[in-house]
Nanobody, 126 residues
Framework: QVQLVESGGGLVQAGGSLRLSCAAS????????MSWFRQAPGKEREFVAG????????SYADSVKGRFTISRDNDKSTTYLQMNSLKPEDTAVYYC???????????????????WGQGTQVTVSS
């Protein structure tokens, strides 16, 4: 079991930046591949970015490539999402998620994640 708590959301103008954090606790947080998802009002939850368990390999949704960067600090059991050049369409609740124990790589599919945080709101004004 692992518990996840997101922070760092807020209101920002278009073109601005935010850094989200996801603090993990419980059973060996560094053993999990981690991802960020987001859900806008009236839309399904979608994959944003993921990072592997050990190698630092990353993957991104096309909509955020070149603007967002996912990273992790296993010593601090924390995963980050640096968001630059934010757009109004990035407005959503952002969730971090941990993959099933044993999976080394992130997945773009929600079904691969049994552990979720409570979410943090990001609002980008135009």
């Amino acid at each position: 079991q692992v518990q996840l708590v997101e922070s760092g959301g807020g209101l920002v103008q278009a073109g601005g930046s935010l850094r989200l954090s996801c603090a993990a606790s419980g059973r060996t947080p560094s053993s999990y591949a981690m991802s960020w998802f987001r859900q806008a009002p009236g839309k399904e939850r979608e994959f944003v970015a993921g990072i592997s368990r050990n190698t630092g390999d990353t993957s991104y949704a096309d909509s955020v490539k070149g603007r967002f960067t996912i990273s992790r600090d296993n010593d601090k059991s924390t995963t980050y999402l640096q968001m630059n050049s934010l757009k109004p369409e990035d407005t959503a609740v952002y969730y971090c998620a941990a993959r099933s124990n044993g999976a080394t790589m992130p997945s773009p599919h929600r079904s691969g994640y049994p552990y979720w945080g409570q979410g943090t709101q990001v609002t980008v004004s135009s």
